[in-house]
Structures are given as structure tokens and as C-alpha cells.
């Protein structure tokens, strides 16, 4: 029997609250407990990514559920003493929202949290991720169980079709056909694979799941197995996730020593293996057909298709390869049926999806949210808005392979057919935000140098075009833009979708398309009036004060390294050419947009 | 380690089941520790609670701790709370005391009136 405590510490010990500290914590706070002889009263337990990153090291304490963020090791003498002895949050950790005043203590308070519905990360922040048991004791490996003694494989597909749900990796193909079209095809050999290699610059949604619940990754790979009758299944993940791979390693061995993989799993005669294997984090291996040729040891580059894998995937053998969050949400819908999934959602997009929140927001982190809501209420509500008082400009969702979606189309219902007709992509579920500060062209550009880099070269529309659009370009942001180059991009870009073989090369123009479609007047100065109008693109900045408009406030001075600023109380300010080396200091200083 | 069964995967459940992370308590019982309520002895019915919640094995009844309540001569206090029912606040607590009120008041849901100051008022969340 497990000892009684009287309260739980979750302290989050994802790689972003790792990165912040959150171990140090951990120890000072075992120190203290000691000390303090609440050591069997206080119980410490790490767990996976909590959501809320921006505020690492979070931590969350049962049963008030009372949420504390960045506590540092020499905070919690005093923190033990005012929570565990005296019985009161301590206001100096609670959260506040921008521009507010007063604290919010309860975690479920916290606006961040209130609109979230945790079903992939139904396990966020009330799990130790290491401790198979403590997964098991919320309803873990039930689904299996349900799914290997009582079901039939028909009738796992047919609730998986029902459900509605669709691979979250991006695509949005509807999961239960996808085994169907499996299950169909005779074999004696079939694999069931895990696509863990997440590369969109910006996405963290993967990795978070495999480290906070690595469990729930297996359990909706055994489910899968069952209803297509693959006995051995692989987990590629990317090597750059040591500490996704290392949790997984572990939940693999607990599930073999407790016969929850391996032969006979759970006494119901079906047997299962599932090894791990570690990609060398080329973007391109994240498409199936090149992951699979990855796992078979050769160069990962992407076939065509057909044979599609549910025939022949790996090793020529029928294959299912799903999305981390995709094996996630599996088993509650064994569990709960078909129809508790598709209770929530947009009429063909059903459920939660995961999305990583990061770039110019207030709350950046983890977020899970019904499909179909307004894009306003993630980025505003959820996201606390824009940091430092700036404006919304766009949110780049899909990473490179997605597109910009601009403020007049804030409140666009967030579901796959909705996203699409933006002309972004759902993706994999990365938001990277984006606020007046940013150039459309050199965002364009910072996408195209990703993808030019990680095309693996096989399709030349994709291997020369992509290249040919990078420098197009980077000519546009070097202020030597050509009449004309706004149309030889957009054709291009058709060009490189229409021909390419696989999805990279089709969606790499993504960024290119949408950031003409809705700032083309940004293109348009940085070609014709070799301006750039946020400043970003140095060749094209004169580094003038513009003497209406400044302030006369000083920032600019402050901020100059070089002493190139000319200054004083009262006066406008004087940029001297002959010493400014051009480094923007001014500009980021510069509240009032006065220096041109 | 043995192999499990679907029985062994229920059993684990039970005993491994972290209610308090997972809210909706029956109950709370708040132990107000002061610096008056220690001195006057709140940790031994503090102990006293966890002892017979560990002997119980009663998982969704949440413990806490609270600072002076305003009665220094009547420490040590504390409150109990059922859900949906007002808190009661008890006086001058022994550990004997403790143990009689966490079998009959939150276990059988009787107050102990006897070693009640009042009923009603004052909650903490």
C-alpha cells in the first residue's frame, strides 16, 4: 500500500522547466521537507511538460491546485514554510495576467489552463511520466485490455472510423481508415509505426506527449496493432530528443516486465514488440515513406506512392505509421466509445488538437484545444496576447510547410478544412506568432532557407526550385528586387506544389504564397520603394531619425553601443552615419516607430 | 515482475489511485497552524489525522493547514468540512479528540458536538 500524503508536489520536469531549473528545485525542496520533518506528509513528483513554458520552472500543488512558477532553489525555504507549515499561497509565485494586478492561485483559474480540454494531454501534470503504475491508476492499459480481450478487429476500426478522429501529424487522413486499409490486406507480417520525428522549427507537441506519457504513445500502438494484426511496431523519434527517448526506453521495459508487451500481453494470446529507432532529425524522414526507408537503413527519401504502406510500407510489408498525438488519443476512445470523441469538435475535424504556442506571445507553451475554435480565443485568451504592448500581425501555423494567417482572419474557426482555406495548414499543430515587428519577406525567407536546406534532392522542382525562390528572395530583402519578381515567385511556387513527389517539396512554397496573398504591399515596398516597412531587412534601412516623429525621449541613445546616437534632453535625436555600424539597437529601442 | 492480468491492472488502479490530484474531496480538514496552534500542539493532531487517513486508507478527503485562527486560547483547532454541509470548527484538540472526529464526523458524518466551538461561517476556499 502506497504511504498517505496530504499533499502532492508536481513539479514539472519537461525539457523547457529542466532547462529553467526545475531539478535544482526539486532537491532544494527534498532538502527542505526534510528539514522541516514533512517528508512523509509532502510528496515531490516530476512529471512531464506542465503547458505553461513561458513560466518555468512551474510547479503545480495538490490538493489546492495551486499553481507557482518560477521558483528558484533559494525561494523554497520560504515557500515550505508558508504553504506546508502556515497553509497560504505565496503570492510572489502566483500568476499574474499581463497587465493586471491581481494574482490567480488555482491553476484551473488561470485563463492559460480555463479554455484548455486535455484529452491527448489528459495526464499533463497529474502523472510521475516514469512511473508505469501511477499511469495505470488512471484508467492506463484498460483500453488495451478492452481492446485485446473484448474486441474484435472490425470493431476497433469501426469505433475509430466513428470517432471521426484524423492523423494529427498534419494531414488530417481519417485514422480508422487508415487501418482498415491495413487490416484488409493479408499478410503474416505487418508493422505498426510511430512517427515521433517532429521537425517543424517551433513544435513541441510530440516530444511533450512522449515525455510527460510515454505510455499512452504504446498503449494506442497496441490498440493499432490488434485491429491490423502487426505483431512488432517501431517508435522513430528524432535523436535530438534524449530525453523523449530515454522515457519511452523506459515505459518499453516496464510494459515487457509487466507483460504489457511481449508475448501473450494481458494472458489474451496476442503478442506485441516494439523497439525504438532513432532518426538523425532530417525533416524530410517525418514523410513515410522516407521514415521508413530510414528504419530499413537507407538514405530517407521519400518513394512514390502507390503501393501506398497500408500494402507494401516497411520492408515491402503492409504498415500503419500514426503521429505521436494520434497513438495519445487512442485509448480513451476504446475506453469512452466513439461517440464522447466526436462530442466535442467542428463538424469534420473532431476532438482536441495540440498546438505549440511560441514567438511574440505573452503564454507561450503547451496547449490543447476543441477543434473549431476562434483563433482569437488561442492566441488572446489562451496566449495572453502579444508581449511587450506590440500588435498581431500573423501567426505562421504548419511551420515551413504552412502559411501566415493575417489579423483580418483572426477569427477563423481553428479545424483542418477551415485552416486549409486560409491557404496555412493545421500541420503538425506549431503556432509561431508574430507581431509588427516582423518582415513578411524575410519571414518567407527564413522558412525557404529551412526547407532549401532539408530537401533531400530527389525531385528537381523541389531541390532547384526551392533554391531558386530562396534567392529570389533574398534579393527582395537585400533591396534588389526586380520588376516582376512578386509574379515569377507565385508561378514558381505552383510550379514546385504541382510537380513535386512528396509532401515537403508540395507545401514548401506555402510560406512564400501566403505571405504575397496577404501582405503583398510588403513586397511590393521592399521592390519598388526599397523600403523595408518593419525595419528588419538592414540593406533597405537608412538608419535617419525621423524628426516628427521622434519623442525625443532618449531610448535610442541609451541603447547604442557605438556612440554613433547624437542626444541630449529635449532634443531630437541624430544618428551619425560615419559611426553607426547598423546594428538595429536603435530600432528595437525605438517605441514610437521614429527611425526609419 | 510478474505478468499482469486485466484483475492485477484493477488492483493497481486502487491502490496506486491519486485522489488527490484528481479533486472533488468529500471532505477537508484544515489544521490551523499558527504559532499559537504549534505551540499548543498541532503537530501531534496533525500526525494523528495522517495516521488514521493512512489506517483508513481514505484517499479523497484533502488535509491542509491554515494559519492562527483568532482563538489563540482554544488552539489546537481544526476545522472539518463535508462537502455540501457548513465547516465545523473544534477546540482545544487531544489526539484522542482528533481520532474520535475523523471516525465519527468525517467518516460517519456526524459531528462531535461536544468538542465543537461553532458551526458554520468562515471557509477557506
Redesign the interface.
Known amino acids: ?8 508536489i ?1 513539479i514539472c520536469a519537461g525539457t523547457g522547466c529542466v532547462a529553467n531549473g526545475s531539478l535544482k528545485v526539486k532537491d532544494a525542496l527534498e532538502t527542505e521537507l526534510i528539514k522541516r520533518n514533512l517528508q ?2 509532502v510528496k515531490i513528483v516530476l512529471t512531464g511538460c506542465n503547458g505553461f513554458c513561458a513560466k518555468g520552472p512551474v510547479m503545480v500543488v ?4 495551486i499553481f507557482y512558477q518560477q521558483v528558484k532553489p533559494e525561494d523554497v525555504p520560504h515557500l515550505v514554510e508558508e504553504h ?5 499561497p505565496v503570492q510572489k509565485f502566483l500568476y499574474t495576467p499581463p497587465a493586471q494586478k491581481d494574482t490567480i492561485p488555482v491553476m484551473n483559474d488561470i485563463p492559460f489552463f480555463k479554455h484548455q480540454v486535455l484529452r491527448a494531454l489528459r495526464n499533463r501534470s ?2 510521475d511520466a516514469e512511473k508505469i ?2 499511469y ?4 492506463g ?2 483500453a488495451a ?1 478492452k481492446a485485446l ?1 473484448e474486441m474484435t478487429p472490425e470493431q476497433i476500426v469501426n469505433d475509430m472510423k466513428r470517432s471521426g478522429l484524423r492523423g494529427r501529424g498534419g494531414a488530417g487522413f481519417l485514422t480508422g481508415l487508415k487501418w482498415e486499409l491495413c487490416a484488409r490486406v493479408t499478410g503474416e507480417i505487418k508493422y505498426i509505426l510511430c512517427n515521433g520525428d517532429e521537425g517543424d522549427p517551433g513544435a513541441f507537441m510530440d516530444r511533450s506527449i512522449m515525455e510527460a506519457d510515454p505510455h499512452s504513445v504504446l498503449e494506442g500502438m497496441i490498440i493499432a496493432a490488434k485491429a491490423i494484426n502487426a505483431h512488432y511496431g517501431y517508435i522513430y523519434v528524432r535523436a535530438e530528443y534524449p530525453l523523449a527517448v530515454h522515457r519511452l526506453q523506459l515505459a518499453i521495459e516496464q510494459a515487457k ?4 508487451l511481449g508475448k ?1 500481453i ?2 489474451s494470446g496476442f503478442d506485441l514488440d516494439i523497439e525504438i529507432y532513432q532518426g538523425a532529425g532530417a525533416f524530410v524522414c517525418g514523410e513515410e515513406t522516407a521514415l521508413m526507408a530510414s528504419i530499413e537503413g537507407k538514405r530517407g527519401m521519400p518513394r512514390a506512392k502507390p503501393p501506398f504502406p497500408a500494402v507494401k510500407g516497411l520492408w515491402q510489408r503492409p504498415s500503419v505509421l500514426n503521429n505521436v498525438e494520434t497513438f495519445a488519443n487512442v485509448p480513451p476512445i476504446i475506453l469512452n466509445g466513439a461517440d464522447w470523441f466526436a462530442s466535442i469538435g467542428s463538424e469534420k475535424s473532431k476532438g482536441t488538437k495540440v498546438f505549440a504556442l511560441s514567438g511574440a506571445l505573452n503564454n507561450i507553451g503547451l496547449v490543447e484545444v476543441p477543434m473549431g475554435i476562434p483563433l482569437k480565443t488561442v492566441i488572446f485568451d489562451i496566449g495572453g496576447g502579444i508581449k511587450n504592448n506590440r500588435k498581431f500581425k500573423a501567426v505562421q501555423m504548419g511551420g515551413p510547410s504552412g502559411g501566415c494567417i493575417p489579423n483580418s482572419l483572426i477569427d477563423t474557426p481553428v479545424d483542418f478544412e477551415n485552416i486549409n482555406k486560409t491557404g496555412a495548414i493545421m500541420g503538425s499543430g506549431g503556432m509561431v506568432v508574430m507581431d509588427e515587428t516582423t518582415c513578411m519577406p524575410a519571414m518567407a525567407k527564413f522558412f525557404l532557407e529551412f526547407t532549401e536546406d532539408e530537401s533531400c534532392g530527389k525531385c528537381v522542382p523541389c531541390r532547384i526550385g526551392n533554391k531558386t525562390l530562396l534567392s529570389i528572395l533574398t534579393r527582395i530583402t537585400n533591396g534588389e528586387g526586380r520588376e516582376g519578381d512578386i509574379e515569377l515567385l507565385l508561378e514558381l511556387s505552383q510550379q514546385i506544389k504541382d510537380t513535386s513527389l512528396c509532401g515537403l517539396g508540395q507545401t514548401s512554397p506555402n510560406p512564400v504564397l501566403t505571405t504575397i496573398k496577404y501582405f503583398r504591399d510588403e513586397y511590393e515596398a521592399h521592390i519598388k520603394e526599397h523600403r523595408c516597412p518593419a525595419r528588419v531587412c538592414t540593406p533597405l534601412v537608412k538608419f535617419v531619425v525621423d524628426q516628427a516623429k521622434c519623442k525625443k525621449c532618449g531610448q535610442c541613445f541609451k541603447a547604442c553601443p557605438v556612440g554613433a546616437l547624437k542626444w541630449e534632453k529635449g532634443q531630437v535625436a541624430y544618428i551619425d552615419p560615419e559611426k553607426c555600424t547598423k546594428c538595429k539597437s536603435c530600432i528595437k529601442a525605438c517605441r514610437f516607430w521614429s527611425i526609419d | ?6 484483475a492485477d ?1 484493477k488492483k ?2 486502487e ?4 485522489g ?4 472533488g ?1 468529500r471532505a ?1 480538514i ?2 490551523h ?2 504559532t499559537c496552534g ?1 505551540a499548543a500542539g498541532a503537530r501531534p493532531i ?1 500526525n494523528a ?2 495516521e488514521e ?2 489506517k483508513a ?3 479523497d478527503v ?6 492562527c485562527a483568532g482563538l489563540c486560547s482554544k488552539e489546537p483547532m481544526a476545522t472539518v468540512e463535508l462537502a455540501g454541509e457548513p465547516p465545523v470548527k473544534y477546540i482545544s484538540l487531544t489526539e484522542e479528540k482528533m481520532r474520535k472526529i475523523f471516525a465519527e464526523h468525517v467518516q460517519g458524518g456526524k459531528a462531535v458536538t461536544e468538542y465543537a466551538l461553532v458551526i458554520g461561517h468562515e471557509t ?2
Open positions: 500500500m502506497e504511504t498517505t500524503y496530504r499533499s502532492n508536481m512523509k506528509e495538490y490538493p489546492e491546485d506546508f507549515i502556515k497553509g497560504r497529474l502523472i503504475e501511477e495505470i491508476a488512471r484508467d492499459y484498460m485490455a480481450t516486465e509487466n507483460g504489457l501473450d494481458l494472458g | 515482475m510478474a505478468k499482469l492480468t486485466i491492472l493497481i488502479k491502490e496506486h489511485h491519486q488527490l490530484r484528481e479533486g474531496f477537508k484544515t489544521v497552524m499558527g504549534i496533525m489525522i495522517m487517513m493512512a486508507n481514505v484517499k484533502a488535509i491542509t493547514t491554515s494559519g477557506t476556499y
